[in-house]
T-cell receptor
């Protein structure tokens, strides 16, 4: 089945540590996105990538980094510079090209990150 | 900058009844897309319905329909014949033209369907 897989589902991090969240898709989508979800605030865009080896900052990129070495993969690293990393993180993808530029995004099941 | 506002943090409805969730947005764009996403307790985001701003006709998907008022910048979601499985957080989202997947979300409305 095609879809977006995020792992792990739950992640615990000690203060001062970097941690990487995985996102893999087999939908052959060009574009991929990372969102952060906090209670009462909806989802906010962290980073996005429209093509391999290219990515752009979203609205809340500080303290995060990404890479896009393969079309299928878009890992997110939460660095120690992120002051309040405890949140729910959602990865998404969309076709992102040509006449399908405006099709909707599909989401993974998310990773809950907790700083301990 | 675009903003999306959902002014109802929580709502409840009896099973089989109709409920309307409100959403307003602010933009200077003339063409754009609007979406309603559903997030059940599993936290999987599921697309409910989408609306292209250039279309006058309101979108409909089975029991779900929207009331799109472009001049008023309003985009409400009506759920008819509510079912227990409709219990979820509902998010309204805005997308600029040719910005597929770059969404601006409202704060969400938590809907409870009661038996």
């Amino acid at each position: 089945d095609g879809g977006i897989t995020q792992s792990p589902k739950y992640l615990f991090r000690k203060e001062g540590q970097n941690v990487t969240l995985s996102c893999e898709q087999n939908l052959n989508h060009d574009a991929m996105y990372w969102y952060r979800q906090d209670p009462g605030q909806g989802l906010r865009l962290i980073y996005y990538s429209q093509i391999v080896n290219d990515f752009q900052k979203g609205d809340i990129a500080e303290g995060y980094s990404v890479s896009r070495e393969k079309k299928e993969s878009f890992p997110l690293t939460v660095t120690s510079a992120q002051k309040n990393p405890t949140a729910f993180y959602l990865c998404a993808s969309s076709i992102g090209r040509g006449r399908y530029m405006n099709t909707e995004a599909f989401f993974g099941q998310g990773t809950r990150l907790t700083v301990v | 900058a675009q903003t999306v506002t959902q002014s109802q943090p929580e709502m409840s409805v009896q099973e089989a009844e109709t409920v309307t969730l409100s959403c307003t947005y602010d933009t200077s764009e003339s063409n754009y897309y609007l979406f309603w996403y559903k997030q059940p307790p599993s936290r999987q985001m599921i697309l409910v319905i989408r609306q292209e701003a250039y279309k006058q006709q309101n979108a409909t998907e089975n029991r779900f329909s929207v009331n799109f008022q472009k001049a008023a910048k309003s985009f409400s979601l009506k759920i008819s014949d509510s079912q227990l499985g409709d219990t979820a957080m509902y998010f309204c989202a805005f997308m600029k033209l040719n910005q597929g997947g770059k969404l601006i979300f409202g704060q969400g409305t938590e809907l409870s369907v009661k038996p």
